[in-house]
């Protein structure tokens, strides 16, 4: 099955792209679409050329890569790989591009996470298990990020789920664990979610900029908050 998010557009997915692995080598071939984000899904190729809303999608994605990308880089604690990075897991039956990944330096060594080359150049894919994965939701994504997605990170044995929706206020923001049966919520206190991950705890706050449109903070602390 292909699903095209608007109708009106169209790409064209060769014949041969009939499993995960022929979708990983069409992702690195010259030909693979530059506009929409494409993925493999649980056996569906799945196309989405909606338009990224600014600030409930775009904005919150950015907020929260920048906060961890330092965070990661400033303790040494592995790589963190904003929104375009592919990840692919066979156990899970999926390759597609996270808004956000961390692997940590422990996966990387343990070989839990492969870094991919390009057919032509570069490293173009990450394959195995990160340690974290975000998503941030979006009109077109919300049975993929919430149901497929969600289902398939399980399964691909990621530790951490973090799960965002701006669409409305108040803004739902979700650190998911994973268990034996899959994700739950982790602790809470305050306002403030806790992640076994980095060590910290994390809050996502919005209010009007100056300019009237949102402005989202993502706040980090090591305490425990009061």
Known sequence: MIRFTLDDERIQIPNWVVDLESFRRWADDDAFPEKGRIAFLKGDVWVDLSMEQLFDHNQVKS??????????????????????AFLSNADADVSNQPDGTFVSTASLEQG???????????HVELEGTPDMVLEVVSDSSVEKDTIILRQAYAEAGIREYWLVDARQEPLRFEILRRTERGYVGGRKRSGWLRSEVFDRWFRLTQQPGSDGFPLFTLQMQAQRPA
């Open 63 to 84: 907020e929260i890569n920048t906060v961890l990308h330092v965070s990661v880089k400033t303790n040494r604690m592995g790589r963190y790989f904003t929104d375009g």
């Open 112 to 122: 839990l996470v492969r870094v991919v080359e390009g057919r032509t150049r570069g």
